[in-house]
Structures are given as structure tokens and as C-alpha cells.
């Protein structure tokens, strides 16, 4: 290994290991808490939407359909009674669990000591539609893979927007919004490690994360290859420096923030697998999904989506926002 490389691969195990310390911490990767509450989002409310007659996709005959919006995205102060769920109203901030390591997705920049990533812009888009700005009114929970449902189902966050693709099994747990992103899951290596694609790692090491989608396509496409399991894709990084595994297959976004983190690494192989991403929130929150669906809406006409897009994502070509599918 030259001297080059092992100390770029220090700072990137130092860099982990800070971004490990500070969350095993705190736990939570707050921003600043409203210190002048703005009015309650449903203080002008109009009446309660129609309940919805049927149960959000939980038959799934396709993953991507979420419920319709009533119409377009009602502004701040007019967001109908019944449409945010209880503790929004009562905290006056969202919670949103989000990854706090992925760089392009969810990571903190060091120098302004902020969050920043796609998903990170997409949840603050949701805040603005309650409340009108984003300015102190989210706050950022980390969540690991396998901590996103949990985390919904437990009331300790009001939404994720966590690289989580959209799958039947978990709508039977949670509820989905329509697809914000299209993503594919991809494999990592050493750049002088000689693979070409997933099938040369049979009998070998393939890392990924507790509870993903991920693990489930290297068991389907590789049988034979030894899953590592770790609670972070990211993790995975450090234990392909450190040469204890041999590849990292999980979403294609993910990846490329790895790649960028450590250019000893390359993205080899083809799409392995479909990975829509869906905001999720606790089942039972319908009306709570057509109003981010309707905020979705907004975005992909306005030029919010592809402003956000080429900002964090747009160096790995040109994208359009997902079409929505709806059921009624
Ligand atoms: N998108 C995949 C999933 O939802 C992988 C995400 C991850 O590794 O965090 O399972």
C-alpha cells in the first residue's frame, strides 16, 4: 500500500470514527429548535378531508402506488384538521429520521457542522409545506437500515426519508409516499481487486445492512458469497479498506457517496436490482401521505426536484423526477 493511499485511508477511518462517536453520543442529530413558535399549522384549518375508504396498498399489487393528494398542496395555515399527525401539531417541528453517514444522502459537512444530502433537502421540502420554512422546524434523527420502521412504529420520529425502498413487506408495516427517487443497487470494490461484476465474488465476502433490500439481492444473485453484516451500508467502507471484505452491493446513491470518500474504490457490474425510494410514515397516517404527496407533486413541476437533484446528485447524469402512481 503506498504512503498515499494509507493516509488517505487514516482520515477516511478518522472521519468514521468521529461520525460514530458523535452519534453513539447523542444518539440524535438535532438542528436548532424553534425558539419563536409559528402558528399552529391547523389554526385556520378548513374542515376534516373525506376519510379514505380503503386501506393504503397493504394488497400491493404495485409497490410504487401511494394515495392520491386531495389536490394541489394547500399553503401553510391552511393545511385541512386531520392531515398532520399529532405530535407535528404539538411539537411545531417535524421529526424526520434520516442517514446521517451516507455522503450525497445524509451526511454532516464538518465545516458548517449541518446535515446535507439528498434526502436531507427532500425532508426539509416537507417542513416548508407545514410550516412554511425549514428554518428550525425539523429536527434530524439518525436511524440505522433496520431502525427506520422501528423508529416510525415507536412515535420516535414522524417520518423517514432514509434511502428507503419502497417494498411490499414493509408497506404491510408502514406507508408510503409516491417513489422520490429511483435508485439500483450496484457493487463496490478495489479499484486493483480484479472483479468485474457480482458473480465473481461467489465463496467471498459481500457487505451490506442489517435489514436492507440490499442483502436480499446478493443471496438471490450470489448464493455462495459470505454476507457481512453491518447497521450502515457506510460501514462497510472501512472494512473494505482494512481488506476484511471483499465487495459492498447495496444502492447505487449510496455507492457513488463511498466511491467519492475513497477514490481507491470503483463501481463495477450492472444495475442488480430496482430501488424505489418512498418517504414513509407510521401506518394509519393516509391523510398525512397525500399531502406529501401533493408537496412530491409540487416539487416535480416546479424545478425544485431537479434544482435539488443536480445539486447533490447530478454529477451521475442527467434524471427527471419519478411519475407517480396513485390508488384513490
Ligand atoms: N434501499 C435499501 C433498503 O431500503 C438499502 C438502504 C440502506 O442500505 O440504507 O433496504
Known amino acids: 500500500m503506498t504512503g498515499h493511499r494509507s493516509r488517505r485511508i487514516r482520515r477516511a477511518g478518522i472521519l468514521l470514527a468521529c461520525t460514530a462517536l458523535i452519534l453513539t453520543a447523542c444518539g440524535t442529530t438535532r438542528s436548532p429548535l424553534p425558539f419563536n413558535p409559528a402558528p399552529r399549522p391547523a ?14 396498498n397493504r ?16 399553503t401553510p395555515g391552511n393545511i385541512p384538521a386531520g392531515v398532520l399527525p399529532a405530535a407535528v401539531l404539538k411539537n411545531r417541528y417535524l421529526r424526520v429520521g434520516v442517514p446521517t453517514d451516507a455522503v450525497l444522502l445524509g451526511a454532516m459537512n ?28 425539523i429536527q434530524f434523527r439518525a436511524v440505522t437500515t433496520d431502525g427506520r420502521i422501528p423508529a416510525l412504529e415507536n412515535d420516535d420520529v414522524d417520518l423517514v426519508v432514509a434511502t428507503m425502498t419502497i417494498t411490499c413487506d414493509r408497506w404491510q408495516k408502514v406507508d408510503f409516499s409516491s417513489v422520490y427517487y429511483e435508485s439500483g443497487q450496484k457493487l463496490l470494490v478495489q479499484q486493483d481487486a480484479g472483479f468485474a461484476g457480482i458473480a465473481d465474488l461467489a465463496g467471498r465476502k459481500i ?26 451500508a457506510t460501514d462497510c467502507l472501512v472494512d473494505l479498506q482494512r481488506g476484511q471484505i471483499d465487495g459492498i452491493s447495496t444502492d447505487d446513491v449510496i455507492l457513488a457517496g463511498m466511491a467519492e470518500q ?37 416539487m416535480r413541476t416546479d424545478g425544485t426536484w431537479k434544482k435539488i437533484y443536480q445539486r447533490w446528485l447530478g454529477k451521475l447524469g442527467d434524471a427527471s423526477p419519478p411519475t407517480a402512481t396513485y390508488q384513490d
Open 43 to 56: 389554526e385556520n384549518a378548513s374542515p376534516t378531508p373525506q376519510a379514505s375508504t380503503q386501506q393504503p
Open 59 to 74: 394488497n400491493c399489487t404495485d409497490p410504487r402506488r401511494s394515495l392520491r393528494p386531495h389536490g394541489p398542496l394547500p
Open 110 to 137: 464538518w465545516n458548517t457542522l449541518q446535515l446535507e444530502g439528498f434526502d436531507i433537502d427532500m425532508a426539509k421540502q416537507v417542513a416548508k409545506a407545514i410550516f412554511g420554512t425549514d428554518e428550525g422546524r
Open 207 to 232: 457487505c451490506a445492512a442489517s435489514g436492507s433490500t440490499s442483502l436480499r439481492t446478493i443471496t438471490r444473485l450470489v448464493p455462495t458469497a459470505i454476507r457481512v453484516e453491518v447497521p450502515n
Open 262 to 298: 475513497d477514490p481507491t474504490t470503483v463501481i463495477v457490474g450492472s444495475k442488480l436490482s430496482d430501488e424505489p425510494y418512498g418517504m414513509a410514515v407510521k401506518a394509519g397516517n393516509e391523510e398525512f401521505v397525500r399531502f406529501i404527496n401533493a408537496a412530491l407533486e409540487k
